[in-house]
């Protein structure tokens, strides 16, 4: 029977400090914003301290800049108009940057640049700086012994200005580092390194490490036969789930809730987004369901490993296309795929199954196999480089990387198709035939590889399972 939710979205998550910090990095506004509140609050104690020194309850030292009002007004409109031309070239060469990257590397790559601590600390320093200097000016005014000049306040001004011009040099060497590929290509793979270790851990019990209750196997079948469906309320990406919120929300209903879509997956308004058993629970997980997940215009990284290995990927098969024919970038991003990928092999466990601290299952959300992450990095771009023998033989050798780093029979199994697609790619479309035994020789050895095995390991973890309801394919 389906279920509406009843309520918008709010924002909560897995880890939900990490992904507030996140949204609130993904902008050009916060940090400028505190540095002119920081700028005010400066701007308040060196003002009171000038008023001090007006009234003759304060002596200056000799390097306090001394002069008359109309000298102050010229030295603060001086170093205002300056600063404000600054301001602008610091803009204009952060939207030049933003549009390169948008054109370059893609659409989805800009939030990587928006989210850069030095553009951010830089345009924020200029504004904070220029925000002083006026408040200082306007603080030039007349008083009962004379005019009032705050000659501190106007040595703090020329302090900033020096503070601005090392910021200059900084931002500029920043943004000629920040444009090069292999910068953005090794900062893409190391925050998907970090969702990585984030986001691998196996499926747990209660407190206590018991699990109690039905199995997941036996609540599969119970919801296949009466589960109720709670539909998705708004379209959007599917950002984040706070699973403990998630757990305290079906245990209060002593219900179970399965989610077959993940992070990153499009919801559209009107399709199911969760089953709930029992039925009769469904109204209060739908009326309350809302706090536990986000959704939003686009994707993530915080919860959501096949974002950054997309993002890899992108790069790549733009830099295959006939418009770049950039063939060392799309090495590099193979080289970074494969460090990516070794750290899945080791490490990646998701976490399916999630019980109430008394070891009952309360939540089973649906994660990315292992497969899909590797056709995810490898088929796309095997599809964009035909005829490329000097690709093919790059992703032979990081499937052989991959291969060392796994004992697991399936997994290498899914390590060999990908090679063996490669190998027919290779001689389908490389015409030259030095060229394709070189790409022969690579996947010979990568057989080889496979056919020496290993002893069989457990494929998943404990409380692994299928996922029910999952789409069949991933966008």
């Not at 400066?42 to 009234?55: C, E, I, K, M, P």
């Not at 998907?192 to 851990?201: P, T």
């Not at 460090?339 to 994660?367: F, S």
């Not at 771009?381 to 790059?394: C, E, F, H, K």
Request: proline share 6%; hydrophobic share 45%; net charge positive.
């Amino acid at each position: 029977m389906p279920v509406f939710l009843r309520s918008r979205p709010r924002n909560g998550g897995y880890h939900v400090v990490g992904w507030r910090r996140e949204r609130l990095r993904t902008n050009l506004w916060v940090v400028p914003a505190l540095e002119a509140l920081a700028a005010v609050v400066l701007f308040v104690g060196t003002v009171s301290v000038d008023r001090a020194a007006y009234d003759g309850r304060v002596t200056f030292p000799a390097w306090v800049i001394s002069g008359s009002a109309d000298g102050a007004r010229q030295v603060l409109t001086t170093i205002a108009a300056a600063v404000i031309t600054v301001i602008s070239l610091v803009f204009s060469i952060t939207i030049v940057a933003l549009t390169l990257a948008s054109t370059q590397f893609g659409p989805r790559m800009l939030r990587n640049f928006i989210s850069d601590r030095g553009t951010q600390l830089t345009l924020g320093t200029f504004v904070a700086t220029f925000l002083y200097t006026i408040l200082a000016l306007v603080a030039v005014s007349p008083g009962p012994h004379g005019d009032f000049v705050p000659h501190l306040s106007i040595t703090v001004s020329l302090a900033l200005t020096l503070v601005d011009l090392a910021m200059l040099i900084y931002f500029i060497n920043h943004i000629a580092k920040a444009i090069q590929l292999p910068e953005v290509i090794a900062a893409i793979a190391g925050d998907l390194a970090l969702a990585i270790e984030a986001q691998g851990g196996a499926d747990a019990g209660g407190a206590d490490g018991r699990e109690r209750g039905l199995s997941a196997a036996e609540l599969f079948a119970r919801m296949d036969a009466s589960g109720a469906v709670v539909r998705t309320p708004a379209s959007g990406y599917l950002q984040y789930l706070r699973h403990d919120r998630l757990i305290r929300i079906a245990r209060e209903a002593e219900a179970v809730v399965h989610l077959p879509y993940r992070p990153g997956h499009f919801l559209v308004q009107g399709h199911p987004m969760a089953v709930v058993w029992p039925p009769e629970a469904a109204p209060h997980v739908a009326a309350n369901l809302g706090r536990g997940q986000v959704t939003g215009p686009y994707r993530t990284l915080t919860q959501d490993v096949s974002f950054g290995i997309d993002q890899l990927v992108e790069i790549a098969i733009r830099a295959l296309s006939p418009a770049v024919n950039d063939t060392f970038t799309a090495l590099t991003c193979i080289d970074w795929l494969s460090d990516c990928l070794c750290r899945i092999t080791t490490g990646w466990h998701p976490r399916r199954v999630h019980r109430d601290r008394n070891g009952y299952v309360r939540v089973i959300a649906y994660q990315p196999d292992y497969d899909r992450l590797v056709q995810r990095a490898f088929e796309k771009i095997r599809q964009a480089a035909v005829g490329m023998p000097a690709v093919m033989i790059r992703q032979l050798d990081a499937l052989h990387k991959v291969m060392e780093q796994t004992t697991i029979p399936e997994r290498r199994q899914i390590l060999l198709d990908q090679a063996e697609l490669i190998s027919r790619s290779c001689d389908a479309t490389v015409p030259e035939r030095v060229d394709r035994e070189d790409v022969q020789r690579r996947f010979r050895a990568l057989r080889q590889l496979w056919e020496r095995g290993a002893e069989p390991q457990p494929t998943t973890p404990s409380g692994s399972v299928r996922a029910f309801g999952a789409p069949s394919t991933e966008h």
